[in-house]
T-cell receptor, first 116, second 117 residues
């Protein structure tokens, strides 16, 4: 089974600054998808950004971007111009591209604190 | 468009009681997932369905847990009898197949916070 590791239980960033959240994964598959989900105190799971393993170009969604290093099995999330509303738990998730593996494997999460 | 709808949002019950959690997936989605979130274990898959058929239930902790999907618009997760260690947030999510091997994301409901006393 694929494992996802988020080595930073907590991170802190000042408003308007940039922060990077780390994620590594272990897999023997060549085709897969990676996601970052945000979980604010309201408990919702909100998709932030997604990446296909076969694409070399890093995904970007407004202030959110990823650094996908396939050989290193690394998938970090960069948040630019941090806002107070970015404070939340962030989960990295892996999903196989094969029919039998549509479920998500989640990391343990990183709690992001944004200070004024 | 309505998202994934879960009910109840909160459930508090006593040990030994039967608990039923409900989920209505997004219309047109052919995959439905049940996840459990705890502080100790994080988010873990319990079971998922494709076209109403259970595909992988290896995450269901024990026989006290059961899940059904009688039709494309409704699923239940039942715990009988419930125990304090079942206390957690239970999420339902749905997704569509889309193009073969496409990265269709899973859309999550707001979760049910279950407390077993």
């Amino acid at each position: 089974a694929q494992t996802v590791t988020q080595s930073q239980p907590e991170m802190s960033v000042q408003e308007a600054e940039t922060v990077t959240l780390s994620c590594t994964y272990d897999t023997s598959e060549s085709d897969y998808y990676l996601f970052w989900y945000k979980q604010p105190p309201s408990r919702q799971m909100i998709l932030v950004i997604r990446q296909e393993a076969y694409k070399q170009q890093n995904a970007t969604e407004n202030r959110f971007s990823v650094n996908f290093q396939k050989a290193a099995k690394s998938f970090s999330l960069k948040i630019s111009d941090s806002q107070l509303g970015d404070a939340a738990m962030y989960f990295c998730a892996y999903r196989s591209a094969f029919d039998s593996g549509y479920a998500l494997n989640f990391g343990k999460g990183t709690s992001l604190l944004v200070t004024p | 468009d309505a998202g994934v709808i879960q009910s109840p949002r909160h459930e508090v019950t006593e040990m030994g009681q039967e608990v039923t959690l409900r989920c209505k997936p997004i219309s047109g989605h052919d995959y439905l997932f049940w996840y459990r979130q705890t502080m100790m274990r994080g988010l873990e898959l319990l079971i998922y369905f494709n076209n109403n058929v259970p595909i992988d239930d290896s995450g269901m902790p024990e026989d006290r847990f059961s899940a059904k999907m009688p039709n494309a618009s409704f699923s239940t997760l039942k715990i009988q009898p419930s125990e304090p260690r079942d206390s957690a947030v239970y999420f339902c999510a749905s997704s569509s197949t889309g193009r073969l091997h496409s990265n269709q994301p899973q859309h999550f409901g707001d979760g049910t916070r279950l407390s077993i006393l």
